[in-house]
């Protein structure tokens, strides 16, 4: 009996492909990535922004985006200059130009349409209007860098299109034209975020946002104050706590963690930050602000997910031949 017990344990071993040492060292050197913990500290961080915002009384929309991004921009400024420090990053005039005009982009513009619509529609709809971005970077970079779409990102492209217009419903009589605004500003995100593809190759995530935020709060700041707008009206003992968390974390540190979780696992595993944030925004608009959702726009933002995951999936399959492509110097500075 005992002999047919080794001939069995025998054969089994000599099946098994792996071996059992590998096997036991895989077992042994197998650890947890701290990435996912990030990123999903990032999903919880991106997904209380528009609650948040709309917990804030007593300050104007363009004074919450102005505050929110000095904070945001100072929180992330130490770790952006250690970066430069690091790898002895230097900045040409027409670097600092070309950041400034990306830093208008965001901040003073797309940013405060957004927080404007996001103060004049709900937080639910607000968030699942600005998760169609990927269909509008999709479409800038076919425009400007002349990226190929495949049958998949052109599907992903119609089914958001698609589902945006079931959530906004624009033909009734009723229309909200502060949606058009939200649109606006997730359009502008778009195109801004492919133009910001040269420098992050450059100077990287983390330096690229933060001086882009960095930039575009002083021009927001610079502009309030010669125009006589008072930035700290109204800020007070109570609205001051959630206006320091829409910085610091939200516009801040929520970067820092991005990127740190995205270098730990990948860009795509990255991306799936974006599919909980509306997602985890949703249900704490229905929680906290007591926002109540139809069938309409549960059907719409069902499919603004889908072309989202659509979308990532598209990408994927393009980038090898995105791969083949990158050792062709005019193909990578086009890029």
């Not at 982009?105 to 940013?111: E, G, K, N, R």
């Not at 001086?211 to 800020?235: N, Q």
Request: aromatic share 12%; net charge positive.
């Amino acid at each position: 009996m005992s002999d047919r017990r080794a001939e069995f344990d025998d054969r089994l071993i000599r099946s098994d492909p792996v071996g059992p040492g590998p096997m036991k060292t895989t077992l042994k050197t197998m650890k947890f990535n701290s990435g996912y913990v990030f990123l999903g500290l990032t999903s919880l961080m991106f997904g209380t922004f528009e609650v948040t915002s709309k917990l804030i009384h007593g300050l104007e929309a363009i004074q919450i985006n102005c505050l929110r991004f000095c904070v945001g921009g100072l929180a992330l400024l130490p770790f952006a200059l250690l970066e430069i420090r690091r790898r002895g990053i230097r900045f040409r005039l027409r670097d600092i130009a070309y950041l400034v005009f990306l830093g208008v982009l965001f901040v003073p513009v797309s940013m405060l349409l957004y927080q404007i619509a996001l103060a004049e529609t709900t937080a639910s709809l607000s968030v699942f209007i600005f998760s169609v971005n990927p269909v509008f970077i999709a479409i800038f970079a076919l425009a400007i860098l002349k990226e190929r779409a495949n049958r998949v990102i052109v599907t992903a492209i119609a089914i958001g299109v698609v589902g945006l217009a079931i959530i906004a419903n624009p033909f009734t009589r009723n229309f909200n034209l502060y949606i058009l605004v939200g649109v606006a500003s997730v359009a502008i995100f778009g195109f801004y975020s492919v133009l910001m593809r040269p420098v992050t190759a450059r100077f990287g995530n983390l330096v690229t946002t933060t001086l882009v935020i960095v930039f575009g709060a002083m021009v927001l700041t610079a502009g309030l104050l010669i125009r006589g707008v008072p930035v700290f009206r109204g800020l007070n003992g109570q609205n001051i706590w959630p206006l320091l968390y829409l910085g610091v974390f939200c516009s801040g540190l929520t970067f820092v963690s991005y990127y740190k979780g995205m270098s730990l696992t990948s860009t795509n595993v990255g991306s799936i930050v974006f599919f909980f944030k509306p997602v985890i925004s949703t249900i704490l608009a229905v929680i906290v602000l007591r926002e109540v959702l139809t069938l309409r726009f549960l059907i719409g933002a069902g499919l603004i997910i889908l072309g989202s995951v659509l979308m990532v999936y598209g990408r994927e399959k393009e980038a090898p031949a995105t791969a083949s492509e990158s050792a062709d110097p005019d193909s990578s500075a086009m890029r």
